[in-house]
């Protein structure tokens, strides 16, 4: 369990400084800090610590007179949580090398940036505030997620993204900016999610230098330059953002610029969902879009079940909408499903389409799709497993974190076993804290599954719903190999289909029975019996040759 040291000028047994909890601190520690201003300047270097105010916004770490940055972090693994770090013509925060986390605090410098992150960082923010500064946030070659950030009043540029950097910026704030509101250059490749940019000296947006920015659904409005600006040689998506009173043009692209430019939306009316203070919101319903999305599952082969249970979530969803609307109570509703069956029924192609439809319906910001295994939740080391999941919980926000073979955390044995307990452990909370921000699916084995949700005592009930997806039938998984064929630009020839049938009629189907991938190992199998037999001809095959699959491929293929 990490050991907690408390600080506090006052407390008698308490360390007086933070430097001093810092030279006693063993990894994992958490440095609890009592109210008051800390006149200090804190170096971490490859250490994972904590360090959080007692009560948020009651801390200040004030380094404006020692002529260094408030904290600097060199490797390791870092959380603030809760404090407001002012330093002068050096940064409030800087990390290199560094997993950094900020939680609801405020940074203040002078000729210097708010947050500094550096030389392959990962920095994990939200609600952060810069409220003074040269600049705001600058992300050097690193990346991360910033969440409901907000950055005011600096004398430069709000944020800045270069040298290859790619974070992900949602739901965030840019607002009276002495030049531009986002700066990219230098090759960066940033996510812009609903952000909310205005009151800039120049231009909102700002791409240069080889870069490839993704904007999307993003509000720019009253700045006294161009709303975005591409310069040459840059490309990437500029998507259903709403661009109003800036200069001329509302998107500048200069010569040899390529983005792409979609759904403008429209200016005027109601503010749209974006910024800080949006993030929790819902974004706008697309009926065009769920029509489209449920005609595709409509159009998979089997799973009759599933597709009812699905269209009874997605209108049940949407009369909670309608009500939310008409003033009317609404309950308070899980997104988290529990997906059961073999390999190969179509588990992750629906968590798709229901990530995309919740985000169609407004529910969710965003339908990305994040698919994780053991390996990717669990650590090496006591804490380490709730750092990596509540890192890849938090990059999942807006859409769907699919779990495939999620009771390989609660199987016993081997040295990890307690560090897959962990990670559930991990996930029962953070499901509670941000269900209405995400759905979480697990998937499995039906038995299997039964035991993981036997793993933590509140686990069962953070699922709305449990969808058994049974294998498919010998009739289907003809359907199937038909289908992809014909969309490989492959004929199955007469007396195929019969074939087709009477193998996987007799095929056994035990727990290792892959379903739509043995149909796609299967029709794999046939095409290089083609090939061989086309080669074997003695000319050169016909266009109908070359298309056609037949019954001799299959017995070669099966034998």
């Known amino acids: ?102 939680d609801g605090c405020e940074l203040r410098a002078g000729y210097a940036a708010g947050a500094s992150v550096t030389d392959g960082s990962r920095l994990r923010a939200t609600g952060l505030k810069v409220t003074k500064g040269q600049y705001g946030i600058v992300v050097d070659d690193s990346g991360g997620t910033l969440d409901q950030c907000e950055v005011r009043g600096v004398s430069d540029d709000g944020i800045i993204v270069r040298l290859g950097a790619d974070p992900t910026i949602r739901n ?44 999307a659904e993003c509000w720019v409005h009253d700045t006294r330059g161009v709303g975005i600006a591409f310069g040459r040689g840059c490309t990437g998506l500029v998507d259903g953002c709403r661009i109003e009173q800036t200069a001329a043009p509302a998107i500048r692209l200069d010569e040899g610029a390529a983005p792409v430019v979609r759904e403008p939306a429209e200016p005027g009316g109601a503010a749209p969902m974006a910024g800080a203070k949006a993030g929790d919101g819902a974004v706008r319903q697309d009926a065009e879009k769920m029509d489209t999305l449920l005609a595709e599952l ?74 994780v295994s053991r390996r ?24 769907v974190l699919f779990i495939d073979e999620a009771y390989t955390l609660s199987r016993a044995g081997g040295a990890n076993a307690d560090f897959g307990q962990e990670a559930i452990d991990t996930l029962v909370k953070l499901m509670e804290d941000h269900r209405d921000r995400v759905a979480v699916i697990v998937a499995g084995y039906t038995h299997e599954m039964s035991d993981f949700l036997d793993a933590n005592s509140g686990l069962a009930s953070r699922f709305a719903k449990t969808l058994e997806f049974e294998n498919y039938t010998a009739d289907q998984l003809v359907m199937i190999v038909d289908r992809i064929a014909r969309n490989d630009d492959y004929l199955l020839a007469d007396g195929l289909d019969d074939g087709l049938l009477e193998w996987f009629g007799q095929v056994e189907r035990d727990r290792n029975f892959g379903n739509a991938r043995e149909a796609r190992k299967l029709l794999e199998g046939m095409r290089k019996a083609q090939s061989g037999r086309l080669r074997a001809l003695g000319r050169r095959p016909t266009r109908d040759d070359l298309r056609t699959l037949t019954l001799d491929d299959l017995l070669a293929a099966t034998s």
């Open 376 to 399: 990717d939740l669990v650590g090496q080391y006591i804490g380490h497993t709730a750092e990596k999941t509540t890192s890849v919980f938090e990059e999942a926000l807006g859409g």
């Open 1 to 102: 369990m990490a050991r907690t040291l408390t600080v506090s000028a006052q407390q008698p047994g308490a360390f007086p400084s933070i430097a001093d909890a810092l030279e006693v601190a063993e990894d994992s520690a958490v440095i609890s800090i009592e109210p008051g201003v800390y006149a200090e300047s804190l170096r971490i270097s490859g250490r994972r610590l904590t360090l959080a105010a007692r009560e948020p916004g009651t801390v200040t770490v004030d380094a404006t007179g020692h002529g260094a940055p408030g904290v600097s972090c060199t490797g390791g693994e870092v959380t603030l949580s809760g404090l407001v770090v002012a330093a002068g013509d050096y940064p409030a925060v800087h990390a290199a090398r560094c997993e950094l986390r900020i």
């Open 172 to 215: 965030s704030t840019v607002a009276d900016c002495g030049y531009r509101g986002v700066y990219v250059y230098q090759a960066a490749r940033p996510v812009l999610e609903r952000c909310d940019i205005s009151g800039t000296g120049d231009a909102g947006i700002s791409v240069a230098l080889q870069s490839a920015p993704t904007i």
């Open 298 to 371: 409509d159009s998979m082969i089997g799973l009759p079940g599933v597709k009812a249970e699905v269209r009874a979530l997605i209108d049940e969803l949407q009369v909670n909408e309608w009500r939310r609307d008409a003033g009317l109570a609404v309950g308070a509703a899980s997104h988290h499903l529990i997906f059961t069956g073999a390999p190969g029924t179509g588990k992750t192609t629906v968590a798709r389409v229901y990530g995309q439809l919740l985000k169609a319906l407004g529910v969710l910001p965003n339908g990305q799709f994040r698919e």
